[in-house]
C-alpha cells in the first residue's frame, strides 16, 4: 500500500506567485477582485529559451519549474519516472483568439504556425516536458480530476514522481463573456495555475518513522493526499443554473463516503455564485456546521479549471503550517487541523474532493 504525498507546490494567482504569498493572502482579510488583465510573473528561462512559446505555456513552465525546486526533486532521476498529468478547463484561449482572427483576415497560408501550436491546449504539456525532460507518463485532461489519475500511476508504479498541473490562462473575450453571465455576477472570475509534485512512499516507510512522523516545520512535505474522488454534476454552476435537488444528490453520494473519514476542516467549492447555498448545505448536513470553513476563491479568485486545485493548495498550505488562519476557518480565529477535506467542480460539469492529511 502507498501513500501519495504532496512534496511541491508552485502556483501562479492574483494572490500571489509564490506558495508565501499565497498564504499571507489566506492570512488576511483582502479578498480577491474579478480580474481584468493578465497576473505578472517572471518567466522561468530566458526570454531567448521561450520566444516561441505562449504565454499559456509559460504559466504552466513557470509553475512546474518552482515546484520542482519546491519539492527538490532529484535531477539524477530517471527521465522516463518524471510523469505530468495537467488539466484545464478553457486551455490555450488567448492563442486560440489569435489564430482565428488571423485566418479572419482572409489569408490563411500566411497564419502563424507558431501561433497554430500553442492552440491546442496540451502545448503547456509538451512545453513542461522538454523543458524539465519529463518523458514518463503524460496527459492532458480537458476538465476532470488529474489528482485522482496521477494517484493510480504513482500507486501502480507508473512514475516516481508526478507534476500534476491545472492551468487557466486570462482572455479578455472568455473573461468578459462568463462575468456577463447572471450566475457569476458575485464571482471573482481569475486566472490562475497550480502544479503539485506527487510522489508515493510505502506505508511501511512511514510507520518505521518516516516523514508523517515529522512536525510540518521539519519536513519538507506538505501533507498526504489521503484519497480523491469525482461525480458529475448536471451542469456547470458558473456556466448556468443547475437543478439544485440533482445537484445536492449527487454531491451528497460522493461526500458521504468521506464522513467516516473526520475531517477537521471542509474548504468547499464556494465562489459567491447562486450554488453556493447548494453545496453549503450538504456540507453541512454531513460534516455538521462548526467543520465548515470559509471560501478560499473569494481570497484568491474563482480560476475555473484550475478552482479544485487552488483549493487543495490552500489546504496542503494549511497542514504545513498546521492550522487554518482566522480569515478561512469560518470560526474567527486560527484553527489547528491534521485532516482537510477539500473540494470543487470544474467547466465540464465534474465535482471533485481530495482528502489531505498531516
Known sequence: MKKIRISGIGLV?????????????????????????????????????????????????????????????SEEMDAFDRGTIFTTGYGSMAAQVKFYREVAKGEPDFCSPTVFTGTVPNSCVGTVCMFLNCKGASTMLSGGNHLEYSSLLLQNGQAEVILA?????????????????PVNRNVPLSEGCVVFALEAEETSDLSAGGEGNLRPEESRSYCFLERTGTTGLPGTPFLKTVDREEA??????????????????????????????????????LFGEDRIGGSVKMLTGETLGCGFSMNVAAGALC????????????????????????TG????????CALLVR
Open 345 to 352: 467542480y470544474d467547466s465540464a460539469e465534474n465535482y471533485m
Open 165 to 181: 498541473g491545472a492551468v487557466e490562462e486570462y482572455t479578455k473575450e472568455l473573461f468578459e463573456d462568463l462575468a456577463a453571465e
Open 248 to 285: 445536492a444528490g449527487r454531491m451528497r453520494e460522493l461526500l458521504a463516503d468521506y464522513v467516516s473519514d473526520g475531517p477537521d476542516l471542509v474548504l468547499g467549492a464556494m465562489n459567491g455564485s447562486d450554488f453556493d447555498p447548494v453545496e453549503e448545505q450538504v456540507l453541512k448536513e
Open 13 to 73: 494567482s492574483q494572490a500571489g506567485i509564490t506558495t508565501e504569498a499565497l498564504w499571507e493572502r489566506l492570512c488576511s482579510k483582502e479578498t480577491a477582485v474579478r480580474q481584468t488583465e493578465e497576473i505578472p510573473f517572471k518567466p522561468a528561462y530566458p526570454a531567448s529559451r521561450l520566444r516561441r512559446i505562449n504565454r499559456y505555456c509559460k504559466m504552466a513552465l513557470y509553475a512546474s519549474a518552482e515546484t520542482w525546486k519546491d519539492g527538490n526533486i
Open 319 to 342: 497542514l504545513r503550517h498546521g492550522f487554518v488562519p482566522a480569515a478561512l476557518s469560518g470560526r474567527g480565529e486560527d484553527t489547528a487541523v491534521k485532516k482537510i477535506l477539500v
